[in-house]
C-alpha cells in the first residue's frame, strides 16, 4: 500500500514536470506563461511538489489564495492543474479555479489556457456521460442474451 502511495506521487511529479505546470521548475527562471519571477507560495508548491508532496503543495496555494499572497491568477492556476494531477483529480476544485480566473481575471496571461482546460473537463465530463450510458445499454443487451439463451435451452421465462 505505501509504495502504491509513494508511486502516485512520483507520477504526480512527473504528470507536472512533462506537462511544464511549472515552469521550468526553478523558480529563479520564471512561471510557465512568462510573467518573470514566481511568487513565494509558488516556489515553496514548487519544492512540495518536487518532494512528491502535491496535497500539502496543494494546501500551501489555497492558503496564499485566501491571504492574498501573490498573484492570483497565478495562484489559481497552478492550484487548478494540481487538482488535475493524477494522484488528487479533483476535477470540480480544478473547474473553479479556472473559472475563477475565466471569469475574474480578462486580462490574464493564464486566462486562454484556463479556458481550453475547461473545455477539456468538459469534454471528459461528456464522454465519461456517454460511457455511463453504454454500460448500461450493454447491461440490458447482456441481460437480453441472458433471457433469450435461457428459452432457447427450454427454461422458464424470467420473472419480470
Same mark, same amino acid.
Do not use: N
Given at each position: 500500500m505505501l509504495g502504491t502511495m509513494a508511486s502516485g506521487c512520483a507520477q504526480d511529479s512527473e504528470f507536472l514536470a512533462k506537462h511544464n505546470l511549472w515552469g521550468t521548475g526553478q523558480p529563479e527562471n520564471g512561471d510557465a506563461i512568462g510573467?518573470? +519571477?514566481v511568487s513565494p507560495p509558488?516556489? +515553496?508548491?514548487m519544492g512540495l511538489v518536487d518532494a512528491d508532496k502535491p496535497r500539502a503543495a496543494m494546501a500551501v496555494l489555497e492558503k496564499a489564495i485566501e491571504a492574498a499572497e501573490g498573484p492570483e491568477d497565478e495562484l489559481?492556476?497552478?492550484l487548478g492543474m494540481l487538482r488535475l494531477s493524477p494522484m488528487i483529480t479533483d476535477h470540480a476544485g480544478a473547474r473553479a479555479a479556472f473559472s475563477r480566473i475565466t471569469d475574474g481575471y480578462p486580462d490574464s496571461p493564464y486566462r486562454d489556457a484556463a479556458r481550453a482546460i475547461l473545455g477539456l473537463i468538459d469534454q471528459m465530463d461528456a464522454y465519461k456521460a456517454e460511457n455511463?450510458?453504454?454500460r448500461e445499454d450493454l447491461k440490458k443487451i447482456l441481460d437480453i442474451d441472458l433471457e433469450a439463451e435461457r428459452l432457447r435451452r427450454g427454461g422458464p421465462p424470467a420473472a419480470p
Open positions: 510573467r518573470g +519571477e509558488v516556489a +515553496e508548491a489559481l492556476y497552478r455511463a450510458s453504454l
